[in-house]
């Protein structure tokens, strides 16, 4: 009877090591979190993320005993195809990939196959200072529910840089920008598609021309894609061959960009951080008569979320450095100019004195627009617009990589 005891006993511990983190008993995550090391897979091509990233995993570490290890992506798509393979080979817990970085059309695939673990994130602590009624991007991704599935844990917005010296006034439309890079050809350039600044380009400009903006926010399969993109193909057509290099190269990423600007070989870039400028003039990548701008119709924001996968080795560990990226100290010194300058996905409104005090002392980079001026937010468009935007654009102008 004894030996049957244990066996017994013996079962119900090793189904109850198995289970997934309860999120509600948030006391017993955090017990279960210390000592698990968490690989978050997210992209790695920025040195002030990193070091973002790198301080995150240092204070989760004093606080919650948790190790956080940064595996640094190119592309998001290559955490999701890690988790897609492992399913197909049957390995649903005990996963390689702990938490990732993702956004778009990587989210609504990893939703779509049930890839993801929770719901969670309406029950971390942090949760409650979320502004969800303020921006509600942090509960929709690229128009896709969240449904507690990802954590958000930044805002961005599109914003443009120019530099004064060599520019006056820059333009403030996709027409004006076209006539602009006509008069100065080879003065303005973005990231070659797929890159996800170099698509995000692609769909302002296609939000600007699009005859109705609200069929961007269903899926393209469902709209006339000839008649809503148009327009934006004549845009383009004439915009090209007055890039950089004639169109026939393009920077493979944002710090291609800014290298090409500290150059002098173009006068105006677009970046979705609207303190990336003020970042590159602190760390002497820019000169300082570089400034930032917005279109005069708005520009496109979102939020950066986590998610943790279905069959995630450290659900608990992950569940805790997503929670407190969400609090208020991290977000405060994500915002701070001298680190990263994102912006807060928090209602500062919600804070503590002390907790709102961290972002009332942050001053503001030399070329970051002031939140008055950064105009109006546009909704992303849904997944599948970049998807078909990406494909064309390649079938179009695409150049070897």
């Known amino acids: 009877m004894r030996t049957l005891l244990a066996a017994t006993l013996a079962t119900a511990n090793a189904f109850a090591v198995q289970a997934d983190p309860d999120p509600s008993n948030w006391e017993a995550v955090t017990e279960e979190a210390r000592g698990q090391t968490v690989y978050w897979n997210a992209w790695g091509g920025s040195d002030t993320i990193n070091s973002f990233i790198a301080w995150i995993g240092n204070r989760v570490n004093e606080d919650y005993g948790v190790t956080l290890e940064h595996v640094k992506l190119s592309d998001t798509a290559d955490a999701v195809s890690r988790v897609v393979a492992e399913k197909t080979a049957g390995k649903d817990e005990g996963g390689a990939v702990d938490m990732i970085w993702i956004n778009g059309e990587n989210f609504a695939a990893m939703k779509r196959q049930e890839l993801l673990f929770g ?234 004195g002390e907790d709102r005090a961290r972002f009332d002392a942050l001053e503001l980079g030399i070329a970051t627009l002031p939140p008055e001026e950064l105009g109006a937010t546009l909704s992303e468009p849904h997944p599948s617009w970049m998807v078909k935007l990406e494909e064309d654009w390649t079938e179009r102008y695409g150049v070897a990589q």
């Open 119 to 352: 719901p969670w994130v309406e029950q971390t602590p942090s949760w409650a200072n979320v502004d969800v009624a303020g921006k509600p991007a942090v509960i929709s991704d690229f128009t896709v529910p969240t449904d507690g599935l990802e954590a958000p844990w930044g805002m961005a917005q599109v914003v443009f840089y120019y530099d004064t010296a060599q520019l006056e006034i820059p333009p403030t439309t996709m027409e004006a920008l076209a006539a602009y890079a006509a008069a100065n050809p080879g003065r303005f350039t973005y990231p070659q598609p797929p890159n996800f600044l170099g698509s995000t380009f692609l769909k302002q400009a296609l939000i600007e021309f699009v005859p109705d903006a609200s069929v961007l926010q269903s899926p393209v399969e469902e709209a006339d894609y000839d008649a809503a993109t148009a327009e934006f193909w004549v845009f383009l057509d004439g915009l090209t061959p007055n890039l950089w290099r004639s169109g026939r190269a393009y920077p493979q990423n944002e710090s291609r960009q800014i290298q090409l600007m500290a150059d002098g070989e173009i006068d105006l870039a677009i970046s979705f951080n609207p303190n990336e400028a003020s970042n590159a003039i602190a760390n002497g990548q820019l000169q300082n008569s570089v400034r930032s701008f917005v279109m005069d119709a708005g520009s496109i924001g979102n939020a950066s979320f986590v998610a943790i996968p279905y069959n995630a080795n450290a659900k608990a560990g992950a569940m805790v450095v997503a929670n407190f990226m969400m609090s208020p100290e991290a977000q405060a010194m994500m915002q701070d100019p001298e680190v990263w300058g994102l912006g807060t996905v928090l209602d500062l409104a919600k804070l503590s």
